[in-house]
């Protein structure tokens, strides 16, 4: 059997190594460090997005089916408009405001019941707010789009006796026909106010109102500031929806001018 022998061993630096591995440590070290980078200069060009821009064949080929598909929904026959509506038929209240405003009572009010177990005294938008007529013949999802392109949605807010009455002042001053519903003002033949009803009774000035409108004019839009700083419930639906979903269940529709704001004869 062989005895297992002990040699002695030298550690040798090599210097040219060393200095190598500390250099390489070195740069390792300070290219690890935190850089801080200074904005010098920004530049940009700016593209409109008109009938000039060329079409891209690859593009329309790939977005084609799509389109024909979103096209066939959009034009789909879902109601039925008997007579031509257009916002300005007629001064203080017209066929298509009194729809507005119905719609925006009848598909809301159940939301908001739903969720506060309270019902609505009113509803108040703007006559700005529809952005086209609706004419005779089908009424489509394409209509209740064009009606109302924004995505401005149900808002109620609770409003005094006092800020229901500035809200009467505002109106009788601008003498346009706002869609209202759940409201009915009377004119004397000078513009006086004959009579105010709100759900055919006299306003209770200790009551709070609940009152329908749209997010844009609860923020103050038209110069409605009588919303300012209302207790507000969000419902979260929108105009156009309530339009649509009004649309796909009454078969004909049927609306037309009423006394509900109005001058005596």
Not at 187 to 211: E, F, G, W
Not at 250 to 260: A, G, H, I
Request: proline share 3%; charged share 25%.
């Amino acid at each position: 059997m062989k005895k297992n022998k002990l040699v002695n061993s030298k550690v040798v630096f090599n210097h040219s190594a060393f200095a190598k591995a500390v250099l390489l440590s070195t740069i390792l070290l300070v290219s690890c460090s935190q850089k801080i980078y200074e904005l010098k200069k920004v530049s940009g060009n700016q593209t409109a997005v008109d009938a000039t821009l060329e079409s891209t064949e690859e593009i329309e080929a790939f977005i084609a089916p799509f389109k024909k598909s979103l096209d066939g929904q959009m034009n789909e026959q879902i109601s039925y408009n008997p007579t031509s509506m257009h916002k300005n038929d007629y001064k203080l209240n017209t066929p298509i405001g009194n729809m507005m405003a119905a719609i925006v009572r009848t598909q809301g009010e159940p939301v908001y019941y739903s969720r506060t177990g309270k019902r609505l005294d009113m509803v108040l938008l703007n006559h700005g707010g529809i952005r086209s007529g609706l004419n005779a013949g089908p009424v489509t999802m394409r209509s209740a789009y064009e009606i109302m392109p924004f995505d401005n949605e149900i808002v109620i807010a609770e409003l005094s006796g006092k800020q229901v009455h500035e809200l009467i002042n505002y109106l009788v001053e601008r003498k346009s026909a706002h869609p209202i519903d759940g409201l009915q003002i009377l004119l004397n033949k000078d513009h006086s106010i004959n009579k105010v009803l709100i759900n055919k009774k006299p306003i209770d000035n200790y009551k709070t109102y609940t009152v329908a409108t749209n997010d844009y004019l609860y923020n103050g839009g038209d110069n409605m500031s009588f919303f300012k700083d209302t207790p507000m419930t969000k419902i979260d639906y929108k105009i156009r929806n309530a339009l649509i979903d009004y649309f796909k269940k009454v078969d004909t529709l049927n609306f037309k001018r009423d006394n509900r704001f109005d001058i005596l004869k």
